[in-house]
């Protein structure tokens, strides 16, 4: 790095889950070109199952960080490089030339702006109820219309009134596929994934990506379903959903034969229930919400659009969610609070007060933190 010494050493994110390289940052217990020692905590990354503290193997002082709170880090990528003798500071952005040129209240890692202004994007238009990642500009880019594709006719003969397709080919496939199955309302003939090679997901075929869903629409296929869960990148989740109403599809409720919904709940388009799962008295679940596994929605709760109530969270009484929230499995709340739209709630967490928009709370931590 220009200005900078040869480091000593680096310190990178590390593999938590084999099945999973990506890691988000939920904790910095850094500061850039400060001292650090060995033993000493960098910062705390989650996945999807698992809190890590990754700490230093290293003596010596801090460069810049690469990465920021909020961000999602892969497996190997570097968090800092370590040197023996203090480093020279980084210059300060020029206004237009990064930080110094924000707009007020944007939130973006130095990897994300930079990606945003090669693609022309105006800062001033991107959104600052959360943090942004080079993913969350990746998803901006403008693309160009992907050609019409042929559908298979002989899978074509398949569809029915009850037939529908399912986007994505992960393990929340295979619950939503279950779950039509016992049900019996619907029939997952198809599934569509972008990612190449996927493998039949209990024996539904993966007949290609979103290319072909302007054709299954109109070989007469209506009912499509969104089994892309995007743990920690919930804008992933909605922009499929959003992909899917524009075809035209119909999004149906799914809720699980094994789940209870009161008579009084409101449920929207796109809604998912998993088994065991309760949505009470007057609770209102908004367009493309997951209440997952056991998850407990009491009376008067308000989940807003998109959200995600993971499996054993507790939501006591009139909570209210906001949208694209992620409520971490085993989450407990007091009666009464607000989760702000964009937050992201951690594993076993215990609230007690209203959580910001945007906010992440640590995984296993009681929430506001003791001071």
């Known amino acids: 790095m220009s200005g900078l010494t040869p480091p000593i050493g680096r310190i990178e994110a590390p593999l938590v889950n084999p099945n999973e390289p990506e890691s988000q940052v939920v904790e910095l217990a850094i500061e850039p070109y400060s001292r650090i020692a060995r033993g000493d905590r960098v910062c705390t990354v989650e996945t999807s199952k698992a809190t890590f503290a990754v700490e230093s193997e290293l003596d010596g002082w801090i460069g810049p960080l690469e990465v920021a709170l909020g961000e999602r880090i892969t497996a ?19 206004p ?23 693609l022309g994007l105006d800062l001033a238009t991107l959104p600052t ?86 054709a299954l629409r109109a070989a007469g296929l209506r009912h499509a379903v969104n089994a892309v869960g995007a743990i920690g990148r919930i804008q992933d989740r909605v ?84 949208e694209a929230t992620l409520v971490g499995m085993g989450v407990t709340t007091r009666v009464g609070l607000r989760i702000g739209s964009g937050a992201i709630v951690g594993n076993g967490c215990v609230l007690t007060a209203d959580v910001p928009d945007g906010t992440i709370v640590s995984a296993g931590s009681l929430w506001p933190h003791p001071r």
């Not at 190997?76 to 020029?94: F, M, T």
């Not at 237009?96 to 090669?118: F, H, I, Y």
Request: aromatic fraction near 4%; charge should be negative.
């Open 76 to 94: 190997g990528q570097v968090i800092c490089e370590v040197y023996d003798r203090k480093p020279k500071p980084r210059p300060a952005a020029s």
């Open 96 to 118: 237009g030339d990064g930080a110094g040129g924000r707009p007020p209240g944007l939130k973006l890692t130095r990897k994300a702006e930079r990606l945003a202004l090669e």
């Open 129 to 214: 109820n959360r943090f942004l990642t080079e993913r969350d500009i990746e998803a901006l880019r403008p693309r160009e219309a992907a050609p019409a594709a042929d559908l298979d006719p002989a899978f074509a003969a398949l569809v029915h009134e009850r037939a529908a397709v399912v986007f994505g080919a992960g393990g929340l496939a295979k619950s939503l596929v279950d779950l039509m199955r016992a049900a019996g309302a619907l029939d997952p003939v198809a599934i569509v994934d972008d990612r190449p090679g996927r493998a039949p997901v209990l024996g539904v075929p993966v007949v290609g990506g979103r290319e072909l869903l302007a």
């Open 239 to 322: 922009a499929i959903f959003e992909h899917l109403d524009g075809h035209g599809f119909d999004l149906p409720v799914l809720v699980d034969l094994d789940a209870y919904v009161a008579p009084s709940a409101e449920l929207a388009a796109g809604a998912q229930v998993f088994a065991t799962a309760a949505v009470c008295s007057a609770a209102r679940i908004g367009r493309g919400v997951i209440v997952n596994t056991g998850a407990i929605v009491s009376h008067d709760c308000v989940i807003g659009d998109h959200s995600h109530i993971a499996p054993g969270a507790i939501l006591a009484g009139e909570v209210e969610v906001g």
